[in-house]
């Protein structure tokens, strides 16, 4: 009944097209897995997942031809030749994607995403060390079928991370929000997004890929799901600390300019103080408190050094303008149009209009 219901609410692609109407209409889910070097732990994945994959069909809630996408992110072990021998065995249910070198979990992500979008109707992207809950999938599922475009999940508690990675990552969430960036707290790649979600992520062409910060933009119907996050299945964590330091960073300049204005105000904040101390300047030159040159030298020091930072604000702003510019991300999204005559494509609905904010 969950199937049909959104049958009538979700429009615009091919596939969904050819499928509407039909009786036996069921959501195609493909779980995206990006995997480097993963050789311990991917048969206890594809396990874990073909698991999900049978108990979800079986409860009708995704087609029969669902499937996993392992996207082998150049590994130098077995994970290539575990994959393969996994769709050997599971010729439906395991689908692989081999990536020519290490692109990182980012791209690797995104690879498997764009790959999936044209052969389903929802995916789900999961790290391949199962810290995340694969439980919570078939509530995922459940809130795409109420009409949810993307679902995050979220973790409840980081009692699994070391007190370390607890603390950076909570920093790093902090300072996201305050440089202005929307994000989901405690949400990492752990997601839900229908096909026409991927479809509008798809049009970003950046190239310095923050999947965390760039899903908020879409816009859409969302929703949280919440769970524990586990320790590692098996194997080492492919993220250290200087990965992690590079992904905030690349986080935080791929969102925000406003580390740019935060030069511009220190520049007139400086300007300010070289006034006040002009004024004290002043008072230490006429009670004769001062050596030779000393009030001329110390003004222009403070001066100058304003005038500096202001200057580079300035132009730093033309240029986090040019930055904002050159990504080309889509300005809006429509998701629906109402209007009489003929309906531009992207809101020819199979049928009643959809659902979700506008
Ligand atoms: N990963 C990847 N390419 C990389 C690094 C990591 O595809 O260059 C994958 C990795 O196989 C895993 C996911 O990204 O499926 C998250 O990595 P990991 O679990 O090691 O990160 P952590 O959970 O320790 O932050
Ligand atoms: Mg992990």
Redesign the pocket.
């Known amino acids: 009944m969950m199937t049909m219901s959104r049958q009538c609410t979700i429009t615009g692609t091919s596939r969904r097209r050819e499928r509407a109407g039909r009786e036996d209409f069921m959501d195609k889910l493909a779980i995206v ?6 050789e311990e732990v991917l048969c206890l994945a594809s396990q874990a997942l073909r698991g999900v994959l049978d108990d979800l069909v079986g409860k009708g809630k995704i087609a029969a031809d669902s499937f996993i996408l392992f ?1 082998n ?1 150049g590994s130098r072990d077995r994970t290539w030749e575990l994959i393969e021998a996994e769709h050997a065995a599971h010729p439906v249910q395991v689908a692989g994607v081999k990536l020519a070198g ?4 980012q791209f ?2 995104t690879a498997g995403l764009n790959t999936a979008k044209d052969m389903c109707d929802v995916t789900i992207s999961i ?3 199962l ?1 995340d809950d694969v439980a919570v999938i078939e509530e995922m599922v459940d809130k795409f079928h109420e009409g949810s475009d993307i679902v995050y999940g979220v973790r409840r508690e980081r009692k699994t991370d070391t007190f370390f990675k607890r603390t950076t990552a909570q920093a790093f969430y902090r300072l996201m929000s305050l440089m202005g960036v929307k994000t989901v707290y405690n949400h ?2 752990f997601r839900l997004m229908s096909q026409r979600a991927v479809e509008e992520f798809s049009k970003y062409k950046e190239t310095n890929l923050f999947l965390r910060g760039m899903v908020p933009l879409i816009g859409y119907q969302t929703d949280c799901v919440y769970y524990d996050r586990k320790e ?1 299945a098996a194997g ?4 250290p600390l200087k ?2 330091l590079a992904l905030a960073f690349n986080g935080i300049s791929s969102f925000s300019i406003k580390p740019i204005s935060l030069i511009l105000g220190l520049g007139l904040f400086i300007i300010f103080v070289s006034f006040v101390a002009l004024v004290y300047a002043l008072i230490s030159y006429f009670t004769g408190r001062v050596v030779a040159g000393w009030t001329s030298l110390i003004l222009s020091i403070w001066f100058l050094g304003g005038l500096q930072l202001l200057a580079i604000g300035m132009v730093g702003q033309y240029i986090g303008k040019i930055y904002i510019e050159v990504k080309h991300r889509p300005r809006y999204n429509i998701e629906k149009v109402i209007a009489g005559g003929v309906l531009p494509e992207k809101s020819a609905g199979v049928g009643k209009a959809q659902d979700g904010k506008a």
Do not use: F, T
């Open positions: 897995v990006p995997c480097y070097n993963e996207v992110d290490n692109v990182g979990h690797a992500l790290d391949a060390d810290q990492a790649d590692r080492e964590s492919k993220y990965k992690m």
